[in-house]
């Protein structure tokens, strides 16, 4: 029987065929949670057991605990969190970074939590992210993450699979970020509605595993289920370097003859860099319809543009200017080690002698976090997902989405800047 990526993914961890549209209880391969929801979750988890003589996650080595959403804790409330979490995985084995390791859409992937035909399940919404290396990763909230510690399984239907096919060679300074914004300006907001969207195509095997994270993130934003795209040769480098024993099984890809419930297909050859305007990221517009509106901040960082070759390509089109007079620029790698990179490279401190606040990696300001908030009226201009009202400080206060390079052009302007022409 002919399957898509996703198919096949569910079908092992089901233990039997499926095809979209089934409903199956599926076996676990890694769970994450962080410090937001993490709290719910563990809650949940002592109501499930209450009573029973096991009080244990079903397998201490699948669960993953990371805080970067309030780090380091910035109110009681959180202080309380991070003391909840901590006694919870000592208490239960479980691997926490805590403080010290970065967002968790990072470092999962990075610190080789997640392989291809993996199905991985994280309390929050851009856990998609690690479709990138050809795994099956959704977002779940608190009360099914706590199913998930008490059994290592859970309940889904096997989603329908969105197809696009990406063709053609990026010009310059068009990233894959302008790319995943093109797309869902097109399909808009639910337009893959619990779909797999799924990634192929020249331009995507030609991509880097950073630039398939960006991507994958950002399928939740046009209502995906999960961003998926085939494990490749890159794939294998990638994890190669993170697991000692990787051997790239070549069965995880969609057969050509698949059922797909849609395909769509895209030349970038003459595509431009693309801007989300306020306050929805399917208005999506080039970025020649929004170039001179005026700005007060520029964040660049988050799970979907914080690693080292965003900060490299910011670092480029600075080269050595400083910083608009009035503009604030705000710099949050997405781990340590990919602050690292950047502090070898030397980035770090040319960050700064340009007039940018450089920050140890979180979440930052994606959230709505404890600093880099956006006051009333102020407009900003960010590298992360969401342009929401209120996402990032002030529900009277308007932000963009870009790229990287965007981001840098523009903070040497105090506009938004098209990068190509800087």
Same mark, same amino acid.
Not at 47 to 72: A, N, S, T, Y
Not at 131 to 139: D, E, I, K, N, V
Not at 278 to 296: A, C, Q, R, Y
């Given at each position: 029987?002919?399957?898509?990526?996703?198919?096949?993914?569910?079908?092992?961890?089901?233990?039997?065929?499926?095809?979209?549209?089934?409903?199956?209880?599926?076996?676990?391969?890694?769970?994450?949670?962080?410090?937001?929801?993490?709290?719910?979750?563990?809650?949940?988890?002592?109501?499930?057991?209450?009573?029973?003589?096991?009080?244990?996650?079903?397998?201490?080595?699948?669960?993953?605990?990371?805080?970067?959403?309030?780090?380091?804790?910035?109110?009681?409330?959180?202080?309380?969190?991070?003391?909840?979490?901590?006694?919870?995985?000592?208490?239960?084995?479980?691997?926490?970074?805590?403080?010290?390791?970065?967002?968790?859409?990072?470092?999962?992937?990075?610190?080789?939590?997640?392989?291809?035909?993996?199905?991985?399940?994280?309390?929050?919404?851009?856990?998609?992210?690690?479709?990138?290396?050809?795994?099956?990763?959704?977002?779940?909230?608190?009360?099914?993450?706590?199913?998930?510690?008490?059994?290592?399984?859970?309940?889904?239907?096997?989603?329908?699979?969105?197809?696009?096919?990406?063709?053609?060679?990026? /010009? &310059? @300074?068009?990233?894959?970020?302008?790319?995943?914004?093109?797309?869902? #300006?097109? =399909? *808009?907001?639910?337009? $893959?509605?619990?779909?797999?969207?799924?990634?192929?195509?020249?331009?995507?095997?030609?991509?880097?595993? /950073? &630039? @398939?994270?960006?991507?994958?993130?950002?399928?939740?934003?046009?209502? #995906?289920? =999960? *961003?998926?795209?085939? $494990?490749?040769?890159?794939?294998?480098?990638?994890?190669?370097?993170?697991?000692?024993?990787?051997?790239?099984?070549?069965?995880?890809?969609?057969?050509?003859?698949?059922?797909?419930?849609?395909?769509?297909?895209?030349?970038?050859?003459?595509?431009?860099?693309?801007?989300?305007?306020?306050?929805?990221?399917?208005?999506?517009?080039?970025?020649?319809?929004?170039?001179?509106?005026?700005?007060?901040?520029?964040?660049?960082?988050?799970?979907?543009?914080?690693?080292?070759?965003?900060?490299?390509?910011?670092?480029?089109?600075?080269?050595?200017?400083?910083?608009?007079?009035?503009?604030?620029?705000?710099?949050?790698?997405?781990?340590?080690?990919?602050?690292?990179?950047?502090?070898?490279?030397?980035?770090?401190?040319?960050?700064?002698?340009?007039?940018?606040?450089?920050?140890?990696?979180?979440?930052?300001?994606?959230?709505?976090?404890?600093?880099?908030?956006?006051?009333?009226?102020?407009?900003?201009?960010?590298?992360?997902?969401?342009?929401?009202?209120?996402?990032?400080?002030?529900?009277?206060?308007?932000?963009?989405?870009?790229?990287?390079?965007?981001?840098?052009?523009?903070?040497?302007?105090?506009?938004?800047?098209?990068?190509?022409?800087?």
């Amino acid at each position: 029987m002919a399957q898509t990526l996703s198919e096949k993914i569910f079908t092992k961890a089901a233990g039997k065929n499926v095809k979209a549209g089934d409903f199956v209880l599926a076996n676990i391969d890694c769970a994450m949670t962080h410090d937001i929801t993490g709290p719910l979750a563990v809650e949940g988890f002592r109501e499930i057991m209450k009573g029973k003589k096991r009080q244990k996650v079903w397998d201490p080595d699948k669960v993953i605990i990371l805080f970067d959403h309030q780090v380091p804790a910035d109110s009681l409330n959180a202080a309380a969190n991070h003391i909840l979490l901590r006694e919870f995985a000592s208490e239960q084995g479980i691997l926490n970074y805590d403080v010290f390791e970065g967002i968790c859409h990072q470092v999962m992937p990075e610190k080789g939590h997640v392989k291809p035909g993996d199905l991985v399940v994280g309390s929050d919404s851009h856990t998609c992210t690690y479709g990138a290396l050809g795994a099956f990763s959704t977002g779940i909230g608190s009360t099914d993450m706590a199913f998930v510690f008490a059994t290592g399984k859970l309940w889904f239907r096997v989603p329908e699979t969105f197809r696009f096919n990406i063709e053609g060679k990026l /010009p &310059g @300074r068009v990233y894959p970020k302008d790319l995943i914004l093109r797309v869902i #300006g097109d =399909a *808009g907001v639910e337009g $893959a509605r619990y779909m797999a969207c799924e990634f192929c195509g020249s331009t995507i095997r030609d991509m880097d595993i /950073p &630039g @398939r994270m960006t991507m994958c993130n950002m399928a939740i934003e046009m209502g #995906g289920k =999960a *961003g998926i795209v085939e $494990a490749d040769a890159a794939t294998e480098e990638y994890l190669k370097e993170r697991i000692s024993d990787f051997r790239l099984d070549q069965h995880w890809k969609s057969d050509e003859d698949a059922g797909f419930s849609k395909i769509k297909s895209y030349d970038v050859s003459d595509l431009s860099p693309q801007v989300a305007c306020p306050h929805n990221v399917d208005n999506v517009k080039p970025v020649e319809e929004v170039e001179g509106t005026k700005i007060n901040q520029v964040f660049v960082g988050s799970c979907t543009n914080g690693r080292f070759e965003d900060l490299e390509v910011v670092a480029e089109i600075m080269d050595g200017e400083k910083v608009a007079k009035g503009v604030r620029l705000l710099i949050i790698p997405a781990s340590h080690t990919e602050y690292m990179k950047a502090l070898r490279a030397g980035y770090i401190e040319k960050f700064l002698e340009a007039g940018a606040l450089v920050e140890s990696p979180c979440c930052g300001p994606c959230m709505g976090g404890s600093f880099g908030l956006l006051g009333k009226g102020e407009v900003g201009l960010s590298t992360s997902n969401r342009n929401f009202k209120g996402r990032q400080g002030s529900p009277d206060a308007f932000v963009y989405l870009s790229s990287p390079a965007t981001a840098a052009a523009s903070a040497l302007y105090g506009e938004i800047k098209d990068p190509r022409n800087v």
